[in-house]
Nanobody
Framework: QVQLVESGGGLVQAGGSLRLSCAAS????????MGWFRQAPGKEREFVAG????????NYADSMKGRFTISRDNAKNTLYLQMNSLKPEDTAVYYC????????????????WGQGTQVTVSS
């Protein structure tokens, strides 16, 4: 198993930036593919970005391409999400997740989830 704890959320003005972190503990973080998802109030959880266990491949939701960047530091057991040019519609709880299968957009592919961190973007 792997335990995941997100941090870095907060309140930011539209156009601003935030970097989220996801600290992993337990079984070797470097063996998991990782993903970021988000869920806004009253909406379904949606895929944001995914990354292979090596860090060599990434996958982004179309609406995040060019604004969000996923990265990982396996030596620090940490996953990151750099979010730039934030919009009010990016307001959501952001979750990181670990998968032993792939880094796809399908939440069912992921085995372990963090508790989430709130991101609020004001207009």
């Amino acid at each position: 198993q792997v335990q995941l704890v997100e941090s870095g959320g907060g309140l930011v003005q539209a156009g601003g930036s935030l970097r989220l972190s996801c600290a992993a503990s337990g079984r070797a973080f470097s063996t998991y593919n990782m993903g970021w998802f988000r869920q806004a109030p009253g909406k379904e959880r949606e895929f944001v970005a995914g990354m292979s266990w090596t860090g060599g491949s990434t996958n982004y939701a179309d609406s995040m391409k060019g604004r969000f960047t996923i990265s990982r530091d396996n030596a620090k057991n940490t996953l990151y999400l750099q979010m730039n040019s934030l919009k009010p519609e990016d307001t959501a709880v952001y979750y990181c997740a670990a998968s032993s299968h792939d880094y796809s957009a399908y939440s069912r592919s992921y085995d372990f989830w963090g508790q989430g961190t709130q991101v609020t973007v004001s207009s």
